[in-house]
């Protein structure tokens, strides 16, 4: 099993910043890729951001320029710098991890952006 701690998800005003993180920990064998999505209510889960083992990173066009996903591959930690929040950012984020095949969740963190 494979155990995913977030944090970082607050309550910001339009035009601010957060970080999230999310450690992972247990059976490690070969982490190929870890990503953010959200969801905010009504909608479905969508992806954010990904990256793999390699460094290469994806984002959804909403969040290009916008917000920044780096990994640190001895920790086993994913990152999601968010700047420029807007409101319809504001979501419930969560953690997702591909170890050797297997996705595993976290069990989200909720970002509110609002004035």
């Known amino acids: 099993q494979v155990q995913l701690a977030e944090s970082g998800g607050g309550l910001v005003q339009p035009g601010g910043s957060l970080r999230l993180s999310c450690a992972a920990s247990g059976s490690i064998f070969s982490i190929n890729r870890m990503a953010w999505y959200r969801q905010a209510p009504g909608k479905q889960r969508e992806l954010v951001a990904s990256i793999t083992n390699g460094g290469r990173t994806n984002y959804a066009d909403s969040v290009k320029g916008r917000f920044t996903i780096s990994g640190d591959n001895a920790k086993n930690t994913v990152y999601l710098q968010m700047n420029s929040l807007k409101p319809e950012d504001t979501a419930v984020y969560y953690c997702?991890?591909?170890?050797?095949?297997?996705?595993?969740w976290g069990q989200g963190t909720q970002v509110t952006v609002s004035s």
């Open positions: 997702n991890v591909n170890n050797n095949g297997r996705n595993y």
